[in-house]
């Protein structure tokens, strides 16, 4: 096993791997005490939650990322997790940035009320055997299984008749050595300088590095001695100290690193060690996650370099000499340098040489520069820097205020899911509530928005959101394709606008005789999000229609003329054949200052947090494109002109939230005549969902199918959700969860 990186290929896929994380956070209250209340219900059930879980008490939340190919990935999904989490939990709650608690008693904390009995007892005998208050320490879980490609290679050049006998060696070599040299890992990350008031037993004379990290944290009393000699010892030892009773379980075992794969250890000589868990991460309390990126990679490169590095041939008696470093390192002040028995030399070298051997690309020379800096400047660990936060004798104010300011950063924009910000907004908000109520979430195609969802063994595959095998293939083609929208509706008995279809401009423009008295829409026949719609309220010279044609064979070789139905556009939004929101939408405009030209207008309306380009914000920017040209010339405007103080400037006549207008919340008040109609329109066409678009005169009036009142402009495919959630105007309507509810109803 020795050298079996020196002897390897250059091209070996030396940093293919795959990455876990699992981050421990109390939930604290305004009093800066441990919130008293229950896990928040929101959450789903915590007996199935694959990312959210309990962990020791009924206040600390368990955060598991599923499986990354990446640490980027890991760390992303953390963060969305995080999020979620945090936007969750009582408003007057937040999450705890530290791995020591605030003052606490053994009283505020309240064992975990899990259904699984077993679970509970396990946790009544923790507090038995270690207090309950250890068990509020906090922090963050690495796990990492090296990948397949780069395993097979070491495999085939090893010598080894067995893959599984040689894997086991090569996680057992590897959990070796990280325990020889964790106590750098104490040194870099150590971020548990104090702890408050009667929180020890034993009270320290100084901050330290990393109170979790030593004999005064995660550790098992001093009769559990398990060997590292070999696997089979490793299993020996764990399960007589479970069968004496001395331990509760296998995973009572504390170590500093786990070797992982199975249920049960004693599985591992069939079956095979496959990941390793590194449980030695405080919280680092600069960061919302816990953790940075620069943690994951240097740790990813110092897990590579324990490969690098000799087996040791006495390896009980450095593990247990390399522990005793760590504990003295652990309760060193944070501003003192490694002691010289620190062999820090050799582990520096072989993270070198995984570097130079491989050619690693400069950022791991860059980690492995700062790590050297660090070395030299204790000041630049996290603990050196945590240091100067610790107000007389204690970090509670700090925490209280990383705390809350990492909580408003959740709150604000609450429409975006943390991470995940360059997908389509009405994505990121179904995947937040995936994520919350416990369902499986992969993204299959982040450009194209389409992700799998599942439950145990029922699959969903979504994409925009909104499309679903509930619509038929067929379905979205027929809204997507105006012409066909149009027949099916009229043959049907539903009012839509008279008016032509064009191939060719020629045609259009001889059709020009026939409509020239008369308001007119101008739009192509297959798009979306309101592209190439012009609106003529007014018959329209020559010159605007000929323009108008342009825009719209700019986006299909087909184009509607239409006549202009006077009235109010209301978007309804159709759920399996009931209307769940109607918004109002008002097209884009501005609103005139007597100082600001229409141009500026735009600029300073566009400033709004809320807007945004790509359908990633609840608002679109506003554009002052061929359109919004035409429209301004049609009204005697320029954009260099200054309206005067209150006059509104209309800069669309299509109200769409993409081209830049907003949205009011209407369901409450339209009346129910109308919500079913349009449900009806979106039966007629097969739609499980969809976006009905209805001009309607008067709203007062009575709807039906025999005399609607109305008329249906359109029928959208792929209705934007967020447009109805987070309104201009008006409360909203959440209707992700409503989607969710209806894909899994046993949820």
């Known amino acids: 096993?020795?050298?079996l990186l020196q002897d390897s290929s250059k091209h070996l896929p030396i940093l293919q791997a795959t990455f876990g994380l699992e981050r421990e956070s109390l939930r604290i209250n305004q009093q800066g005490k441990i919130a008293q209340t229950s896990h928040p219900t929101c959450l789903g059930s915590r007996s199935f939650h694959p990312y959210i879980q309990t962990d020791y008490s009924e206040a600390q939340l368990e955060l598991i990322t599923p499986i990354g190919q990446s640490t980027k990935d890991a760390l992303r999904f953390l963060g969305a997790i995080t999020d979620v989490a945090g936007r969750s939990i009582d408003k007057d709650e937040y999450l705890w940035p530290l791995s020591m608690p605030p003052q606490v008693s053994e009283d505020e904390i309240h064992?975990?009320?899990?259904?699984?009995?077993?679970?509970?007892?396990?946790r009544k005998h923790l507090a038995k055997v270690y207090g309950k208050k250890l068990q509020s320490m906090s922090g963050i879980h690495y796990n990492m299984e090296l990948g397949k490609d780069l395993v097979a290679a070491l495999f085939q050049q090893s010598g080894y008749d067995s893959l599984i006998t040689f894997k086991n060696d090569l996680y057992l070599k590897l959990a070796q050595n990280f325990l020889r040299y964790r106590w750098l890992l104490t040194y870099l990350y150590g971020a548990s300088p104090i702890a408050e008031q009667r929180f020890l037993s034993h009270k320290l004379s100084q901050p330290v590095r990393s109170i979790r990290n030593s004999q005064f944290g995660y550790v098992n009393h001093k009769n559990i001695q398990v060997s590292y000699q070999s696997l089979e010892k490793y299993i020996t030892d764990i399960e007589h100290y479970v069968t004496s009773g001395q331990l509760i379980a296998e995973k009572e075992f504390y170590s500093a690193v786990r070797?992982?794969?199975s249920k049960h250890i004693h599985d591992y000589i069939a079956q095979g060690v496959t990941y390793l868990e590194l449980r030695c991460f405080d919280l680092n309390p600069f960061d919302h996650r816990g953790i940075t990126q620069e943690t994951l990679d240097t740790v990813h490169l110092f897990v590579l370099a324990l490969l690098w590095l000799d087996s040791s041939s006495a390896i009980d008696q450095d593990i247990a000499k390399a522990t005793e470093l760590n504990n003295v390192i652990a309760l060193s002040h944070p501003l003192e340098k490694l002691p010289q028995e620190a062999p820090i030399s050799e582990i520096l070298s072989a993270m070198q040489g995984v570097i130079e051997h491989f050619d690693l690309p400069s950022y791991y020379q860059e980690l492995l520069n700062h790590v050297k800096e660090q070395i030299k400047n204790p000041e630049l660990t996290i603990g050196g820097r945590l240091l100067e936060k610790i107000d007389?004798?204690?970090?509670?104010?700090?925490?209280?205020?990383?705390?809350?300011?990492?909580?408003?950063?959740?709150?604000?924009?609450?429409y975006a899911l943390k991470g995940y910000e360059s997908m389509e907004l009405s994505t990121q908000m179904l995947m937040f509530d995936a994520i919350q109520k416990g369902l499986h979430l992969e993204i299959l195609d982040e450009n194209d928005q389409f992700i799998k969802l599942w439950h145990s063994d029922h699959i969903e595959y979504v994409k925009n959101a909104n499309m679903t095998a509930k619509d038929s293939y067929i379905t979205p083609l027929i809204m997507e394709n105006k012409v066909v929208t149009k027949k099916l509706l009229a043959q049907a008995g539903f009012p839509v606008p008279a008016g032509q279809e064009f191939s060719d401009k020629d045609s259009a423009l001889r059709y020009f005789s026939q409509i020239k008295n008369k308001a007119i829409v101008v739009k192509p026949k297959s798009t979306n999000f309101g592209l190439g719609i012009s609106i003529f309220k007014e018959p329209a010279e020559l010159t605007a229609y000929q323009k108008a044609l342009d825009i719209a064979f700019s986006e299909d070789d087909t184009v509607l003329v239409e006549n202009f139905?006077?009235?109010?556009?209301?978007r309804f939004f159709v759920l399996?054949?009931?209307?769940?929101?109607?918004?109002?939408?008002?097209?884009?405009?501005?609103?005139g200052d007597g100082k600001h030209t229409i141009a500026q207008l735009v600029e300073l309306k566009n400033q709004s947090p809320l807007r945004g380009r790509g359908h990633r914000s609840p608002l679109e920017i506003i554009d002052l494109g061929a359109v919004e040209r035409l429209m301004l010339e049609q009204q005697g405007y320029t954009p260099d002109d200054i309206p005067a103080n209150g006059v509104k400037v209309d800069l669309r006549r299509n109200s769409n939230i993409s081209t830049g207008g907003d949205s009011i919340?209407?369901?409450?008040?339209?009346?129910?005549?109308?919500?079913?109609?349009?449900?009806?329109?979106?039966?007629?066409?097969?739609?499980?969902?969809?976006?009905?678009d209805l001009i309607i005169p008067d709203k007062t009036l009575p709807a039906s199918k025999e005399t609607p009142n109305c008329a249906c402009i359109e029928l959208n495919f792929n209705p934007a959700i967020y447009l109805h959630?987070?309104?201009?105007?008006?409360?909203?309507?959440?209707?992700?969860?409503?989607?969710?509810?209806?894909?899994?109803?046993?949820?």
């Open 1 to 3: 096993m020795n050298s």
């Open 111 to 122: 064992i975990a009320q899990l259904e699984d009995d077993w679970e509970r007892h396990y």
């Open 259 to 261: 070797l992982r794969g």
């Open 392 to 414: 007389n004798l204690s970090l509670e104010t700090f925490g209280q205020k990383q705390g809350q300011a990492f909580h408003e950063y959740a709150l604000k924009a609450p």
């Open 565 to 570: 139905i006077a009235g109010t556009e209301y």
């Open 576 to 591: 399996d054949g009931k209307c769940e929101a109607i918004v109002l939408r008002v097209a884009a405009n501005v609103v």
């Open 665 to 692: 919340d209407v369901t409450d008040i339209m009346p129910s005549d109308y919500k079913e109609l349009a449900a009806q329109m979106a039966s007629a066409v097969g739609a499980w969902v969809c976006g009905v």
């Open 725 to 747: 959630t987070y309104c201009h105007e008006g409360p909203g309507q959440a209707l992700t969860p409503k989607i969710l509810a209806k894909l899994f109803p046993e949820l």
